[in-house]
Each structure stands twice: as C-alpha cells, then as structure tokens.
C-alpha cells in the first residue's frame, strides 16, 4: 500500500526523504465523538518505496513537520524497516 503523492507532503530526517499525509479515522458507531482520531502515515519517498508507518494520534492532535519527524524517528527506533516490503507498521505507545 502506498500513500498517494498528490495529497502527501514530503519531510526529510536525518538525510532521508519521506512523505507523509494525515487523515481523519471514522468514529465507530458507539464511539463518543471526543474519543475519535487521525491517522498519520509515512512512507520512504523513493521510487519504489516500501512499507509505510501508521500512527494514531488524538482528534485535534496538532500535527507539524517536527511532530511528524520524531514519529517517524521513533518508528525508525522501534523496528520499522520503510525500504522492506509488508504490511503497514504500527507505532504503539508514542510519544512527543
């Protein structure tokens, strides 16, 4: 799965270019509305770029280029190998 140019932006961390788009994660049906989220994912912007990282922040949740490349260092520390193919990675436990 890979994350559409047009509506990603790109951010680079530590010499490495990545791109990055945010969106909106659909409440369940009996999901309070305070509880719902974004999902930011990341993906290495090459030409044939790999396994993307996902990240589910708070609704509201403030998302900048900084916010963005210390998720993305956080995923890089925890084990997410973007360049290798496979599924989605997810980052548990985040924090900023």
Do not use: C
Request: proline fraction near 9%.
């Amino acid at each position: 799965m890979g994350i559409p140019r047009k509506h990603s932006r790109p951010v680079e961390v530590d010499g490495q270019k990545f791109r990055y788009m945010i969106g909106e994660v659909a409440p369940g049906p009996n999901q309070p509305l305070d509880e719902r989220e974004i999902k930011l994912t990341a993906q290495e912007d090459a030409e044939k770029p790999g396994r993307v990282l996902q990240v589910l922040l708070p609704y509201g949740f403030s998302v900048g280029p900084e916010q963005v490349r210390s998720l993305i260092r956080q995923g890089l520390k925890d084990g997410w190998k973007p360049s290798e193919r496979g599924a989605a990675y997810n980052l548990a436990g985040y924090t900023l």
